[in-house]
């Protein structure tokens, strides 16, 4: 049943108008649907991406979403330039960072923050064909 079935991210934030120049302006995602005073919706790849006001937005300690990507430093690099600030996270274990990138076993990634506090990533694509 699930298996067959699209999974939509959603991520909840305090101030729906911040959230929205960070997700249409500066990570560039286009927005679907009409925008509501309570949620917003992008395409990005083949999926669909929600934000939604909520008052315990930002309160999760993990990675709340990801992409993957073909080129991780290519990818950081242009969002760099849009203003984005990567997170480090040099506990890890049998994990190196060189620059905003970590890596192991063939993994590349790369964390970032929305302005409510979610953690993002995006990836690598290891042993994708």
């Known amino acids: ?7 939509q991210p959603m991520l909840p934030v305090k101030d729906l108008q911040k959230a929205v120049r960070f997700y ?18 992008y395409r990005t790849g083949d ?3 929600s934000v ?6 930002g309160t999760n300690k993990g990675t ?3 992409w993957e990507v073909p080129d991780v430093e290519e990818t950081v690099g242009e969002l ?13 274990p049998d994990v190196t960072r060189v620059g905003d990138v970590h890596r192991a076993d063939g993994l590349a990634v790369a964390w970032f923050k929305d302005p409510d506090g979610n953690i993002l990533s ?3 694509m290891p042993g994708r064909a």
Do not use: P
């Open 24 to 41: 249409r302006d500066t990570l560039g995602l286009e927005q679907v649907g009409d925008e509501s005073e309570e949620a917003v919706a």
């Open 122 to 124: 995006i990836q690598n």
């Open 52 to 57: 939604y006001r909520s008052q315990f937005a």
């Open 80 to 92: 760099r330039a849009r203003g984005v600030e990567f997170e480090h996270y040099d506990d890890l």
């Open 1 to 7: 049943m699930l298996n067959q079935a699209n999974v």
């Open 64 to 66: 709340a979403a990801l």
């Open 47 to 49: 999926t669909i991406l």
